[in-house]
């Protein structure tokens, strides 16, 4: 399988391209870069830096990619984009590699989706089958668990966590950490229950959503005691529930911003109570 190469296309020496790699018109790939083997670079497209890009990627026109941080902070340490498998890249998206202060690395996992305008900024850690919808932005830091769905325009703040298969409602702006399988949206985001269509589409039984449910309104609609109290109810009652104890660890994981919860729920994140 060969290589092909635009003449328009400006390919660094040192540059790794593996079998089957198309670098479209006008794209630039400098001499660190590493591309796995069927990915496709469609045109105008910018990778820089120590960048990895797995196999059989697309990345779409005037994309940018491994560019320096938008990080003051950032002195051209020696860090890394590392782009998982399978991975589609649309036009305009720009990621950014890690810094020092967030372990050198900014890492996108397998089969993932990133429409158009996407950012994801340094020493984020992106999951696989994640979908970033127009212009969704991810600010530095900030996790992103396997199937999440980040909507439309949506702003994640640095540092936050959101957790496997939750779902981010377009426009939102998203300061606290999502629970896995949550459904956050608002302005100023607020939990609003579970992403029970992405457990439906992606086949979870119906008795295990029934358990999360339960378990949802134990947690976060029962006024009774403390959260952090609810929190080991729920751990008592569905510890047999795999997917009710990944909330559980979530929550008791406690990253450096606080919980989002429902909006008129009143109580307090796990840090404060």
Do not use: W
């Amino acid at each position: 399988m060969s290589t092909s190469i635009h003449p328009t296309a400006v390919v660094a020496n040192g540059a790794s391209l593996a079998g089957n790699v198309s670098i479209g018109p006008f794209c630039v790939v400098d001499a660190d870069v590493v591309i796995g083997e069927g990915t496709r670079l469609v045109s105008h497209v910018a990778v820089s830096g120590r960048t990895i890009i797995g196999r059989n990627c697309q990345v779409f026109p005037f994309a940018s990619l491994g560019h320096a941080p938008q990080d003051l902070k950032f002195k051209g340490e020696p860090s890394k984009l590392v782009i998982g498998d399978n991975t589609t890249i649309r036009e305009h998206v720009t990621m950014n590699p890690g810094t020092e202060g967030g372990g050198l690395l900014t890492s996108v996992g397998k089969n993932c989706l990133f429409m158009v305008g996407a950012h994801v900024a340094h020493d984020c850690r992106v999951g696989d089958h994640v979908i970033l919808a127009n212009n969704a932005t991810l600010a530095g830091h900030v996790e992103v668990g396997d199937h999440a769905i980040i909507g439309g325009l949506a702003a994640i703040h640095q540092f936050v966590r959101v957790g496997p298969h939750a779902i981010i409602g377009g426009m939102s702006g998203v300061e606290h950490d999502v629970i896995p399988y949550g459904s956050v949206l608002g302005e100023r985001a607020n939990l609003a229950g579970l992403n029970l269509v992405g457990l439906k589409r992606r086949g979870f039984e119906r008795d295990t959503i029934h358990a999360l449910r339960n378990a949802y309104k134990m947690l976060f609609e029962d006024g009774n005691g403390t959260l952090a109290e609810r929190v080991e109810s729920a751990r008592k009652e569905y510890k047999a529930i795999g997917e009710v104890m990944e909330i559980l660890s979530f929550m008791d994981s406690k990253g450096s911003r606080s919980l989002c919860v429902p909006k008129q729920s009143g109580q307090q994140s796990p840090q404060a109570a």
